[in-house]
């Protein structure tokens, strides 16, 4: 990001900001997206970041770390912390499940003219396996793995948002690709 926009941005410039979230807004969603954040929710900590971005930005220094570098480090906390709550709201949902069977529940079972045509439905199975995949992986590796795929990010920015060395960044992504592909291989995925 260019050194003029963001001091326009620390001067408290709506319109500079206004540039800023829209260069940032896709690669903040993907990166989202692929940490395991559902749609709404990923909306919701993109919008997190920006505000506290926009909150933030006076004491933001270019001298000490890129601007990318920054706003996916807030992006990555923010994330983290959104799918800890999840995954304790999970654990907490499966307890009252095992022990309360709701016996009012029922199946609903969908119109046979509703169905995809089975290379559609073959490719919705595919996402549904790739993202059980990335579901079994720890959040950090999420997170790391998300990065790896944005195409602004090198990999010492990478290194410099997990707080990890830059031979840790890609020793850790070949242990994660073999964790995924046996896992997928495994599970019968085929791409």
């Known amino acids: 990001m260019d050194d003029k926009?963001?001091?326009q941005i620390q001067r408290g410039d709506k319109a500079a900001f206004a540039r800023l979230v829209q260069r940032f807004q896709k690669p903040l969603f993907v990166y989202l997206g692929r940490m395991g954040l559902e749609q709404g929710l990923?909306?919701?900590v993109a919008?997190?970041?920006?505000v506290r971005v926009w909150q933030s930005a006076a004491r933001f220094d270019p001298t000490r770390s890129a601007f990318s570098t920054w706003i996916f480090t807030i992006a990555r906390r923010l994330a983290i912390n959104e799918l800890e709550?999840?995954?304790r709201r999970y654990e907490q949902s499966e307890q009252l499940a095992d022990q309360e069977y709701d016996s009012t529940f029922s199946v609903q079972?969908?119109?046979?003219?509703?169905l995809a045509p089975p290379d559609v439905l073959q490719q919705s199975e595919q996402q549904q396996q790739l993202w059980q995949a990335l579901q079994a992986l720890s959040v950090q590796d999420r997170s790391l793995l998300a990065l790896a795929y944005l195409n602004e990010l090198e990999f010492s920015a990478i290194a410099e948002i997990e707080q990890i060395p830059v031979g840790t960044v890609k020793s850790r992504l070949h242990r994660i690709r073999g964790e995924l592909k046996?896992?997928?291989t495994r599970n019968g995925y085929e791409p």
């Open 5 to 7: 926009v963001f001091r």
């Open 42 to 44: 990923a909306e919701e």
């Open 47 to 50: 919008q997190e970041t920006f």
């Open 85 to 87: 709550r999840a995954s």
């Open 109 to 114: 079972h969908a119109d046979p003219a509703s």
């Open 182 to 184: 046996t896992y997928l």
